[in-house]
């Protein structure tokens, strides 16, 4: 075994004192109910009676409690590309199950919404917290104890972290993650692009961004730039939640559903009941996390993970912050160049070696941990191969030796960039994520006059009306978690490019959320302490700020920063919270969600954790 990365190794070591109470906690929780949970035994009658009243031929195995039972939660809808192939995975599980004495349930459904439908729109304030809601039904859907095993079918933004964090709550029982993978490549992701900015810049109407847009979002399957959902595979990967080189295999395809077969059988095979027992709690432990991050950093993922990553370890008792994925950064170079850090794709990269390279390369230069608990015999370096067909066999292949597309996938000996891309930046205006990867370095360090907005809204009208014409930081505040459920502000990266390419020096600054799908324009975002006041009455920096103060984003010296005297000042009056959209239904998760930094979650933070 190569030796492990000391930077990697000394991050590991503080996550797991930093930890060890709580992950004590979580796994003395998890075995007990493994003891309480053991099988349907403990059960009555008509409990049980209630449990497999529809279930068909697998009726008598489940009454008689001689088979392994394996629970479905799935995030279908026939609305959203990525989720519309699961309509079929249960009734084909159901049958895959069979061929190993198991049977399968689906336990219940989660919701699944999509960024890209509400981006800039009211509903993306439902967005973050949509990830408490669909662990909370994952939590329903097991709670009724009628499973051996679990499988979890998610793929995109909030829905697979989740998924995570309401299973790691039933993590005495094995789980694997299932997803249906990425839609075939359309147009190129450069002619995209400019037609976003010249719709942004007049030039072209309604009509003509429509048809771009559905020639590159235009089939079932998972969207192919690399953002928060194509992340999320790799993290599933990363953690050994996936089968081997499941992440990207196209849907309906016979590899797709020999890879499904294979994941649903394994759930089978590490039950209770059988020999290779391997609980999901002890699968997804401080090493692993550790893995996730590397992998983020490696691949150039989606900052939305600097909150998924410490919502998903603080469900499974492990404690990470944002100076762990710093340090972690500055060991970790990046592999992989995929739009839009670059200008090909998922499929792209998967076609040129995909996850079995990147864990192969981060392997043997000692910066992930191979000797994890995967749901893959083989650890880790199992995650080092990809699935084929042998005729009507499903085998796996090493990795290849050579990247097929170096523009793409390079080796960790000469990688893209020395670092991983994801810096913290802080100072008397907060703590931020700044993601460098997506960045040209001379715009890692803008000082520019301050813009300060109340709503995305506003920053759209200002640039309309020519008033960001200038170097300029534009600073949208009342973004966070308690203020508006923290929305993703990717809309407003067409315009701040126009600014950028304009030759203006510019900067965006924010308490709201950025994605994966995002770059070009420096920006420190995720600030915390978030700009509207806490439980306890303190307003965050960002609230202080006025225009015109000079603000400082630096990722080279790790600075956020403003020569101003905010401690002079009164904090500017908060917006009203909006009503509509249901937005006023989740008010209760606003007036309690944790900071960024600790995973914006309301969920988590009132049940302690």
Same mark, same amino acid.
């Given at each position: ?289 550790? @893995? ?6 490696? =691949? ?8 998924? $990553?410490? #919502?998903? %370890? *603080? ?112 100072? @008397? ?6 993601? =460098? ?8 360090? $803008?000082? #520019?006059? %301050? *813009? ?134 989740? %008010? ?22």
């Amino acid at each position: 075994m190569t030796n492990l990365s000391p930077v990697v190794d000394r991050v590991t070591d503080r996550i797991i004192e930093r930890s060890k109470e709580s992950r004590a906690a979580y796994l003395e929780m998890v075995r007990g109910e493994a003891g309480k949970h053991s099988d349907r035994s403990f059960l009555s009658c008509s409990n049980l009676a209630h449990g497999f009243a529809a279930s068909g031929e697998d009726k008598g195995a489940i009454a008689a409690m001689s088979t392994i039972n394996i629970g479905i939660v799935t995030a279908f809808n026939d609305m959203l590309s990525a989720h519309q192939p699961y309509g079929r995975y249960p009734e084909q599980m159901k049958l895959f199950a069979r061929e190993v004495g198991a049977t399968a349930q689906v336990a219940g459904g989660v919701p699944a919404m999509c960024d890209g439908v509400t981006q800039g729109f009211d509903g993306m304030e439902l967005s973050l917290f949509s990830r408490d809601t669909i662990a909370l039904s994952t939590s329903i859907a097991l709670s009724h104890a009628m499973f051996d095993g679990m499988t979890l079918l998610g793929i995109c933004d909030k829905i697979v972290p989740g998924l995570v964090i309401g299973a790691l709550r039933f993590g005495h029982l094995p789980a694997a993650f299932i997803p249906s993978g990425p839609m075939p490549s359309g147009i190129s992701n450069k002619e995209k692009q400019k037609t976003r900015q010249l719709y942004a810049e007049g030039k072209v109407g309604r009509e003509e961004l429509l048809a771009s847009e559905s020639a590159s979002y235009h089939s079932a399957g998972t969207c192919t730039f690399y953002g928060t959902a194509n992340s999320n595979q790799m993290m599933m990967e990363m953690m050994g939640l996936h089968m081997p080189g499941a992440a990207f295999v196209p849907p309906n395809t016979p590899l797709r559903q020999a890879v499904t077969r294979a994941a649903t059988q394994r759930v089978a095979a590490m039950s209770r009941k059988g020999d290779d027992y391997r609980p999901m709690a002890e699968v997804v432990d401080e090493k692993a996390i550790v @893995n996730a991050m590397v992998g983020l950093l490696a =691949t150039g993922g989606s900052t939305n993970h600097a909150i998924h $990553i410490p #919502a998903m %370890a *603080r469900a499974a008792g492990i404690l990470v912050d944002w100076q762990d994925l710093s340090e972690l950064s500055s060991a970790v170079p990046l592999l992989t160049r995929v739009y839009p850090n670059g200008s090909g794709d998922v499929n792209h990269f998967h076609a040129a070696g995909g996850m079995a390279w990147v864990v192969r390369e981060l392997l043997d230069a000692g910066l992930a941990h191979e000797d994890i608990l995967t749901i893959a015999e083989g650890g880790m370096r199992a995650y080092a191969t990809e699935p084929t067909m042998d005729g009507d066999q499903l085998t796996w292949k090493p990795a290849p030796e050579t990247s097929g597309d170096d523009t793409m996938l390079r080796s960790a000996a000469n990688p893209f960039q020395s670092d991983g891309g994801m810096r913290l930046v802080e100072g @008397n205006i907060g703590r931020a994520t700044f993601k =460098t990867s997506a960045v040209e370095k001379e715009r890692w360090t $803008i000082e #520019a006059p %301050a *813009r300060v907005f109340d709503t995305q809204e506003a920053v759209t009208a200002a640039f309309k009306a020519g008033e960001l014409d200038r170097d300029v930081v534009v600073v949208v505040r009342f973004q966070g978690p308690r203020a508006n459920g923290m929305p993703e502000l990717h809309k407003l990266t067409p315009p701040l490019g126009i600014l950028q390419d304009r030759g203006y020096k510019v900067a965006l600054v924010t308490d709201g959320r950025m994605s994966g799908a995002s770059g070009k324009v420096p920006a420190a975002i995720h600030v915390t302490p978030e700009a509207l006041a806490d439980v306890e009455g303190n307003w965050g920096p960002l609230a202080y700020l006025q225009d015109g103060d000079i603000v400082k984003v630096c990722a080279e010296t790790g600075e956020l920063s403003t020569t101003a005297d905010l401690a002079s000042r009164a904090p500017a009056e908060a917006p009203k919270p909006a009503m509509g959209m249901g937005r006023e239904l989740f %008010a209760m998760f606003r007036l309690s969600a944790s900071g960024a930094e600790q995973g914006g979650s309301a969920m988590l933070q009132v049940a302690g954790l």
